[in-house]
């Protein structure tokens, strides 16, 4: 419910719609790439003209968009920001609120060790742990549902000394994609997938057999 995601965030941040309002985090998986993106690309190969992944997100939501002809359905993507600059919507804490991820931030260690440093938050799936991505925001504003009941998201990093060792590796090493494995888990982004994100976006056009005409 919009409730859930309102009640954790200042009014800055909060999403205009009643408290009772349905919506749905959209989450990508590792298989996302091959079963999604790949057909995605060679299918649209003459139009891709952006970002091929956020392309497809908006694609295969608009289908599901066509799916409810009689309903509103309002589309937030993860990428989109508002004229002040500010995010369309807090991705890692929808995910939080909805149960999909545990968002663990530095408040959730107690002995804290960073001092005056920054440090940001992180979202560890319980099956995918960080090889996953948040994508979206499906919100249904005409259907009200005030008796869902909220579940919690599974806290899969329980020990102060893995969250301490979570966050350190997202905030200072995060290139290196270590944090993603800080649990067990059960599928991971395969090399090609690995090697695509690792790429500049403006290189990775070559990767998908794109042409700089298609660019």
């Not at 993603?180 to 998908?208: C, G, W």
Request: glycine letters at 4%.
């Amino acid at each position: 419910k919009v409730g859930w995601y309102n009640a954790v965030l200042q009014p800055a941040f909060q999403l205009p719609y009643p408290d009772d309002t349905l919506a749905f985090v959209i989450l990508s998986t590792p298989s996302m790439f091959d079963k999604a993106l790949k057909p995605f690309v060679n299918k649209e190969r003459l139009k891709i003209i952006r970002d091929p992944v956020d392309q497809c997100v908006s694609h295969h939501l608009s289908l599901v968009k066509e799916k409810f002809p009689d309903q509103r359905v309002d589309v937030m993507f993860d990428y989109e920001i508002l004229p002040n600059r500010k995010p369309k919507f807090l991705a890692q804490t929808a995910a939080h609120v909805a149960g999909a991820a545990y968002y663990y931030q530095r408040k959730d260690v107690k002995l804290d060790p960073w001092g005056n440093k920054k440090i940001y938050g992180v979202c560890i799936h319980p099956k995918y742990g960080g090889w996953f991505a948040i994508r979206g925001l499906l919100l249904f504003p005409d259907i009200q549902v005030p008796f869902l009941e909220q579940s919690a998201p599974v806290d899969c990093v329980s020990t102060e000394e893995k969250r301490i060792e979570l966050l350190e590796q997202f905030n200072f090493h995060w290139r290196d994609g270590r944090y993603r494995d800080i649990i067990e888990v059960k599928e991971r982004y395969s090399e090609e997938q690995k090697a695509y994100f690792a790429t500049p976006p403006a290189e990775r056009f070559k990767l998908l057999g794109l042409t700089q005409e298609a660019q």
